[in-house]
């Protein structure tokens, strides 16, 4: 990775921050956030702003551009990263270190009195433009939106906004109809006494109507916004996409409806004009609710009286519970990516004493064997393929410049997922295709006793995710160890692999009460810097528990592995595990044997079958 | 317990409230919250307003009467008592469940259009105006400040606010003097670009001039405010406290000592003006700190753009790191307290099969235990004597009505502590003097698990206590069992007993990391409505851990109980518990025999030290 040379068009994005056909007064600061205009995690190449100003291409970072300085903001996941890809015009600011001002501190540090700040408002969410506005006033300067994008006005090779074709899902795969899913919803709106609710993130507008696309890599979303009135329905979609029949029957929009389910259909870039006009048609005590995430463009077009605003909307939490033909789906989808996994596993055992399996033909294998499995899609994000000292780089991703060869010396930390139409994997292993040492070991077992301790613990109905994350920690915590990372997210249902409202986190962020049929991701990890990375990571789903008792008849949950892939023995020193813990581990290597084992045997994969069944040997306190 | 008669006082306070004399305009809603002037948690009787309205005396709570409606805000610790305590002019609404409307919600929902809801700028805290207001506006209603507080106008026989002498306390008690700590606090002050702090807390005020007063019960606190400037220090403290030649000396207030350590006494009620002279007097970029909680009276005082509020104050975070004179006292005032608790409960092993010993008798009994200790002053809070039935009620105070007697046949819960000149105790035991049922000692057993899982949990420095919580609730969990309390709060070094900005909650307030130094208690529960209460309560101090590994340097923290007292073998079930606990126990009662056996020795208190001895013999698993 060597640095994008940037002085070129840092003086250029200068030049246009001060271009009377762009500003309607100059900007003395450009702010150039990470996201799209649906605060998306994952972005198509044309929102790629920041790493197309900076050369940091990491997944969180915001860019700063005054009249002197050029700055980034990102996390401790990134800081490697970022300062490798950018040259020396950018200063990187570490966020989560004790001495890093914030945004709006460091601007307020350098700005000339009376500054005005640009950002493009469909970029940063209302919540944010909120604080940062505040802060930034109180110092005596504005936080003014730009509406033309002014890294697009510099970017000339910029690329075209994909619209790609549509997928439709029917009921053998939502077990929801979207018609019934916009009854829930209006049902939701009445309780909060709601007219209008505005879905802006893509996940939930492709959830909400039952559609998945490809417009942006790993998330099977494409751009779209919608409104939803007690009457009416607004769809805002670009190109040719809705001239094909089967999403026309889908959406039934050549069929006579009872006019409130009539979805009208309208261009992408019509949203703030179509909103614009619900917010001035607004009568008295007419409220339209938007996620407090929603762009500072599309919440101003609501005037400020009748705004509903929430940290999460009612489809991102209608969609975090799955349903039972969703449930299966992603149990589905599961043991197809075990049955993957399986025949890597074993491909590698054989092949990574030969010297030749680099990280990058090794995730590349991993997505060969995926996409043998029915009704694979695509990648549900970029593959984690690392050996040795890269395992230690938390979110890596292998490049031909970092490119190692596995071998018999080093672990070796595969996490990576798939999209299929029945469901969102995400599974990580550790492996050693040689003699592990005692520390290795050690370290893995520590980490594996957290993974047992949150996926088998039991809890009381209502508990919030963040009450789970120690029981991560607790084994790597007894010896001075720990990890720099959540232990789980939300992860979707032929969707989005990382969605709210619920997780796993020490960071005490609002999510929502867990409860059955959510599904989250358990993974803890250990990390050392320059030697190895080992992280054990299972989807599970909530699912009520049995317990002795019952207080308050609140009920308790626990969760169910739906990853079924061997945790590797060789790794866990057992003598460091509790009896229970052990069982665990054999309870476990059953049901994989049982359940990948019967769809191996199916697939008349049997090399892989007998490399399962070796793999979930029970493991015994006694060796 | 019947409930308080309020027809005619509410009838006195809905004429008031339309009444020119005390407000400028009508207004249609009163709010009567729970605190004083300086949001204190115990109260002087003159304070407690709400209580004098409604008859409900519990320590939180917040009153809110309309022309029509008056209605009650507690949290579950205080339903039964609310229901108890008020008449059937009040609705109880109960914090915390799902469908009990917020106070901001509930006045919106019952108020003509354009009302004015009044509050006593001095009772509410500044973060809770803002709150409060805004959704009052929002909804077209004003919140209004009351200059003279309505409740006061027609409490005729509103008892005297107190003004008690004053105890200084040497460095032999504090460990630093108050100079030093004025020098500290201006260093932190000028870390900040801040040029004032107001000290409105008490406890805040006495930690600061190493004074300690006797204005509140169980909080040894006297009223008074201080504004600290850099270079003044202004004392607002009413009566003739400062004519005590110990409190000048003390305070070396005729002593001839630099301008910026010469304390000015000034009245009590003269802080509002003086802060607002402060005010009005600020250059541009001089900011005055305040809590954020600081009443809105005060922090009105000061404009906006000069206000500098944090939730927790420098003060705040420095008292609670114990230093070692304070850390020495506080194991000092525990050895004495367990010496008191031991000869209580032999006592009681005697007593209680004769059916004479009442929950007031037991008290009372604690009390004098503890008072024949060296340096005893009072109680830390209303001792908590409860058996069968009523230990299941959390906050229980025996009262004659309730007044149970302690039998062979039923669990006796004991929360008690005491302030003594070098420190504050805290101390929970659960106790069985006949034979505990297996179902009993299986939650006796459970909670035990859950204190010890937090007094031995190791945890990176940095830890915030909330990230403990849920090791404490685990082993319950498990059996679907729990309680709907925190699991500890921050102690004081001789001041209250409840204290920020750290403690263990599910509950993920904005507490501050554990460090060295910090004191807290650990007191998991159990509670069966109707049967029977658990608590185990220690109080803990966070010292260093030795770890096998240290993971970026970053150290660990565990606790050391201070609290020396026995854990009742009898109500524990070994077979549930792990070795690792067995021996916690084990070596806990070790230290217990070590220590205040030798106290007990020293004190000539030979029967107690047969009981301590039997009470702390070894248990083994293979019982």
């Not at 940091?56 to 890809?85: N, P």
């Amino acid at each position: 990775m060597s640095p994008k040379i940037t002085t070129e068009l840092l003086k250029q994005l200068r030049q246009v921050m001060k271009n009377p056909r762009f500003v309607q007064e100059p900007v003395q600061a450009y702010i150039v956030p990470s996201g799209d205009a649906h605060q998306s995690e994952y972005i198509a190449p044309c929102d790629c702003r920041r790493a197309f100003i900076s050369g940091f291409d990491g997944s969180a970072g915001t860019a700063i551009v005054t009249e002197q300085h050029a700055a980034m903001w990102t996390d401790g996941r990134y800081f490697l990263q970022a300062a490798h890809q950018m040259d020396s015009n950018w200063t990187l600011m570490k966020m989560g270190l004790k001495d890093t001002p914030t945004q709006e501190d460091w601007l307020v540090s350098v700005l000339p009195e009376g500054s005005k700040v640009g950002v493009d408002p469909f970029i940063i969410p209302a919540d944010q433009w909120k604080r940062m506005s505040k802060v930034l006033r109180s110092a005596g300067h504005d936080l003014v939106p730009v509406k033309e994008n002014l890294i697009d006005t510099i970017w000339t090779d910029c690329p075209q906004r994909p619209c790609k074709p549509l997928i439709t899902l029917d009921l053998s795969y939502t077990g929801v109809s979207w018609r019934d899913k916009i009854v829930a919803l209006r049902s939701k709106m009445a309780e909060r006494k709601v007219m209008w609710f505005v879905v802006t993130a893509l996940d939930e507008v492709a959830w909400l109507f039952n559609l998945r696309g490809s417009d942006v890599e790993y998330n099977p979303v494409f751009f779209a916004y919608a409104i939803i009135g007690m009457n009416t329905i607004r769809l805002f979609i670009d190109g040719d996409r809705m001239m094909d029949p089967a999403v026309r029957e889908h959406l039934q929009l050549d069929s006579t409806l009872e006019p409130e389910f009539k979805i009208q259909v309208m261009p992408y870039g019509s949203i703030l004009s179509e909103l614009q006009a619900v917010g001035a048609g607004l009568s008295p005590k007419e409220k339209v609710w938007l996620s407090d995430k929603a762009s500072y463009a599309l919440t101003e077009a609501i005037p400020k009286a009748y705004r509903y605003l929430t940290p999460y909307t009612p489809i991102c939490i209608a969609k975090a519970v799955k349903n039972a033909v969703e449930t299966e789906g992603m149990r589905r989808a599961h043991i197809k990516d075990a049955v993957a996994l399986c025949e890597l596993f074993n491909w590698l055992e054989k092949e990574v004493p030969k010297g030749t399996v680099t990280e990058i033909v090794a995730a590349d294998k991993a997505e060969e064997f995926r996409s043998q499995q029915k009704d694979f899609v695509e990648l549900s994000f970029a593959t984690i393929s690392s050996t040795g000292p890269n395992g230690a780089i938390i979110h890596y991703k292998p490049v031909p410049e970092t490119n190692r060869t596995l071998s018999v010396n080093e672990i070796y930390l595969l996490d990576s997922g798939a999209q299929y139409k029945d469901g969102t994997t995400d599974v990580t292993r550790t492996m050693h295709f040689g003699t592990p040492s005692a520390y290795e070991k050690e370290c893995f077992t520590y980490v594996l006793k957290g993974h047992i301790a949150v996926s088998a613990a039991i809890f009381p109905n209502g508990t919030k995710g963040h009450l789970l994350d120690s029981f991560a920690r607790s084994a790597l915590w007894d010896c001075g160890l720990d990890y720099l990372h959540g232990t789980g997210h939300g992860v979707g249902s032929f969707l989005n692999v990382h969605e709210g409202p619920c997780g796993i986190s020490y960071k005490t962020f609002a999510d929502e009460p867990l409860e059955a049929g959510m599904i989250v991701s358990d993974e803890p990890g250990y990390y050392e810097d320059g030697s190895f990375g080992i992280r054990i990571e299972n989807v599970v789903l909530v699912i009520p528990a049995e317990t002795k008792y019952n207080f308050k008849n609140r009920g308790s949950l626990t969760f169910e592995p739906l990853t079924l892939v061997p945790i590797q023995t060789k790794m866990i020193d057992v003598s460091l595990l509790t009896e229970k813990e052990c069982n665990w581990v054999n309870e476990y290597h059953r049901k994989c044997r049982e359940v990948v084992g019967a769809e191996l045997e199916r697939q008349g994969r049997h090399e892989a079958l007998r490399w399962l069944l070796r793999e979930t040997e029970p493991v015994a306190r006694g060796q």
